[in-house]
């Protein structure tokens, strides 16, 4: 059984417990890191749903991650007070609770490649099926080949905020254990076996890189080992949060954005937020936008406080680690924002402009790994000492960043351009690509 005192750690990673400073907790301190590191700024140019649109008022990745955190704030703040009062910890408020859930909510997309979901697919997909990227593969340890065939933005954002941030390779960001953990959808290394009915197990959300890290973590949190792995954890109870205020914004965004580009009429709309809005027809004034911008905030409101009441009601089979379900499923809008992802697949996803933006990102992103993966060939066959690359490797090398400090074998070499390739926002890699094809000069 996981216990909150625990779960609530304001140990930092690579450091010893974080003092509070004036006006500031350990965890609103996680929340300013993360806020002012370039790889949060970077989502301001990457996909949420629709690449590279030209309608301003459309979400992109840094603008759903910012209302997810509010989503998330309050939820975890709202939980937070009827908990906190109950452990009676120093320091630990109700805001406490909110403050944790916020930074996970917005570091969640951090790791996110360019082009959204058509991006990640691009990557795994290189290294899975051309034969460029299984040449490449083929001489790493399974669970390493694993991390590349199986790319994934969550644990990309995990290796971002222990790793390639600020503190390069000596802890990162240095957040709290409490913020690490609750941003951890997917507490899995490749070398445990998935559990098909634990939710926490669907993917791999650790690569072998930073496992070390996250065994550290776990041990910390005491959070409940899955299997007998020893790379398997039970999810942080906060990560519920995460994931419900992720799941109440892209639900109910997704339909507002997609009447915004026209894939659906208002009245198509209105008809899958009204019933969870829960408002009469009549308190709708003004434009389409407007009438769709109140059942927004209403439908939101109400979804935060129906998740808040089902984690309480959950909280003994979360603390076990025996939860299996997805919060919003304990609500009575299960069936409400089930239908709203449905339209979403069925009549969004599918928008000839969004899938021919798709296809060129993900040509883009082919053609770079095309280019930059001879990078960490060369230095494998130059027994990774980058003076000894020549010409145009060389240059690729400078231009990737591998001419500095040396990685010390092919798979944490080619996880540099990973990084590289992952951490680009839609229209730098656009560019760059452009560019080393001679296409825009």
Partial sequence: MMTWPHLLSSQRLSRADALSSKGRSSFQQDLDRIVFCSAFRRLQNKTQVHPLTHNDNIRTRLSHSVEVA???RSLGTIVGSTIAPRLKLEGITADSFGHIVQAACLAHDIGNPPFGHAGEDAIKD???TTSAGQSIVKGMKSAERHDFENFDGNAQGFRILTQLEQRKWSGGLQLTHAALGAFT?????STAPAQKSYPGSKKVGIYQSELEYFI????SLKLQPQGKSGAAWSRHPLAYLMEAADDICYSI???EDGAALGH???QEAENIL???ARISKRDLLGSAGEKLSHLRAKAIGNLVNSVAEAFLNEEKSLLAGSFAAELIDKTPYAENVALAKQTAHE?????REKTVRELAGASVITGLLDMLTEVPVALAASKFDASRLKGRTAKLARLTGLDGPQPKNLYHATLRITDYVAGMTDRFATDLYRNLRGLAM
């Fill in 70 to 72: 509010s989503v998330g």
């Fill in 126 to 128: 290189w290294f899975a």
């Fill in 185 to 189: 959808k997917y507490p899995r290394a």
């Fill in 216 to 219: 550290a973590i776990a041990d």
């Fill in 253 to 255: 965004i997704d339909i």
């Fill in 264 to 266: 659906l009429s208002y």
């Fill in 274 to 276: 009204l019933p969870i």
């Fill in 347 to 351: 009549q969004i996803f599918i928008s």
